[in-house]
Each structure stands twice: as structure tokens, then as C-alpha cells.
Nanobody, 115 residues
Framework: QVQLVESGGGLVQPGGSLRLSCAAS????????MGWYRQAPGKQRELVAS???????NYANSVKGRFTISRDNAKNTVYLQMNSLKPEDTAVYYC?????????WGQGTQVTVSS
């Protein structure tokens, strides 16, 4: 059974930082491309950052220079370090694992940026 379990969300003030984690089980983690997506109320889910099995990274323009995605294949975990958070970063953040036609999602973790 495949599971992606996100953690690390919460309430933070503007300018603050959070680190999200996504622990994967039931898949051969090291061969999967991993991504973080987010969905704000009333908006479509959007890609925030992705990292390939070879550790190439890609970021949405809105988070470049503020967010960093990384992976630890020994721990089957992908991370999203979020710095200089803004109110517009408020959303539910989802972890995603993709390999060819295989596509798995976590349950999401809420990130709220507010003073």
C-alpha cells in the first residue's frame, strides 16, 4: 500500500519559515519524481516545486529564491524548506510521487501565513 504522509505545516507570521516533510512508503522512492503542490481556497492546485529521481529541481516563479526542495533517498523523504513566507503562500500543500503512469498523492498539510 502506497502512503505519502506530509507533516510540518502550521501557522506562521509573514517573513517566517517552515519545513514540510513527506515520508513515502510502499514505493521504490529513489526512482520516483517527487513534487510539492498547493491549493488555496477557490483556486486550482498548482505545482510549487519538483525534484526528479536524479535530483534536478524545478520551481514555480512565485517561490523561486524562497523555497527549496530536497530529498533523502535513505529516509524515503522529500522536503520543502519555505523561507520568507507571504500571506499568498497560504494553502494546503500536497506531496506527489510520479513515475510513468503511476501517480500518488498525500493527504495534504495546511500552511497559513498570517499576522
Amino acid at each position: 500500500q502506497v502512503q505519502l504522509v506530509e507533516s510540518g505545516g502550521g501557522l506562521v507570521q509573514p517573513g517566517g519559515s517552515l519545513r514540510l516533510s513527506c515520508a513515502a512508503s510502499g514505493i521504490l522512492f529513489r526512482v520516483y519524481n517527487m513534487g510539492w503542490y498547493r491549493q488555496a481556497p477557490g483556486k486550482q492546485r498548482e505545482l510549487v516545486a519538483s525534484i526528479t529521481s536524479g535530483s534536478d529541481t524545478n520551481y514555480a516563479n512565485s517561490v523561486k529564491g524562497r523555497f527549496t526542495i530536497s530529498r533523502d533517498n535513505a529516509k524515503n523523504t522529500v522536503y520543502l524548506q519555505m523561507n520568507s513566507l507571504k500571506p499568498e503562500d497560504t494553502a494546503v500543500y500536497y506531496c506527489n510521487a510520479k513515475r510513468y503512469s503511476l501517480d500518488y498523492w498525500g493527504q495534504g498539510t495546511q500552511v497559513t501565513v498570517s499576522s
